[in-house]
């Protein structure tokens, strides 16, 4: 069956603009979870989302917002955005907490 | 808050060797850990999920082992070959974190032909 997809692969963006990010997870797949993927800090959990609610929010300032649709593809948002916003963003998918996550290919953003 | 460290950061052998990369984790209520891989440029491909009551874990030429109380993992790769050389991490996901894994900052491995 078909993997997790994340649209678009890359993003050149302005400071101040404002972006969002699509993810697709797999089929029969309730749970989408984001990550920030940067040299300097590494994999950083962004948010998760369960059947449309967010039940888990990492660290990140309130730029950063997601949301999930009843058909389980989830967006996340960045508004104003910085230049230490670039980097690759990754979507994660999984039947249930404690299973297995599988990873998209990534959207990598690059703020100018 | 949990922690996650692997050791080396970075490691070179020739092909056909066996190794080891190791993951430590300071909070030992963990409900899982699992072990990546990513490619250059890539996501991450799901390699073994090791549950709490496990103690390890095999796929092919790949072993992982938990020991919870010592919060140690191990991942051993044997007769490693050039298609191996890719960054390899770690996460675990803590008791009641709903899919949040902690991640490790990698072991970046190069297996020379």
């Known amino acids: 069956k078909a993997g997790v997809t994340q649209t678009p692969r890359y993003l050149i963006k302005t400071r101040g603009q404002q972006v969002t990010l699509s993810c697709s997870p797999i089929?029969?797949?309730?749970?989408v979870s984001w990550y920030q993927q940067t040299p300097g800090q590494g994999l950083q959990f962004l948010f998760e989302?369960?059947?449309?609610?967010?039940?888990n929010k990492g660290n990140f300032p309130g730029r950063f917002s997601g949301r999930q649709f009843s058909n389980s593809r989830s967006e996340m948002n960045v508004s104003t955005l910085e230049l230490g916003d670039s980097a690759l963003y990754l979507c994660?998918?999984?039947?249930?907490?404690?299973?297995?996550?599988?990873f998209g290919p990534g959207t990598r953003l690059l703020v100018l | 808050k949990q922690e996650v460290t692997q050791i080396p950061a970075a490691l070179s052998v020739p092909e056909g060797e066996n190794l080891v990369l190791n993951c430590s984790f300071t909070?030992?209520?963990?409900?899982?850990l699992q072990w990546f891989r990513q490619d250059p440029g890539k996501g991450l491909t799901s390699l073994l999920l090791i549950q709490s009551s496990q103690r390890e874990q095999t796929s092919g030429r790949l072993n992982a082992s938990l020991d919870k109380s010592s919060g140690r993992s191990t991942l051993y790769i044997a007769a490693s070959q050039p298609g191996d050389s890719a960054t390899y991490l770690c996460a675990v996901e803590n008791n009641n974190a709903g899919n949040m894994l902690t991640f490790g900052g990698g072991t970046r491995l190069m297996v020379k032909p």
């Open positions: 089929s029969g797949h309730r749970s």
């Open positions: 909070d030992s209520a963990i409900y899982n």
């Open positions: 994660a998918s999984s039947l249930a907490s404690g299973q297995t996550q599988y």
């Open positions: 989302y369960f059947s449309e609610t967010q039940r």
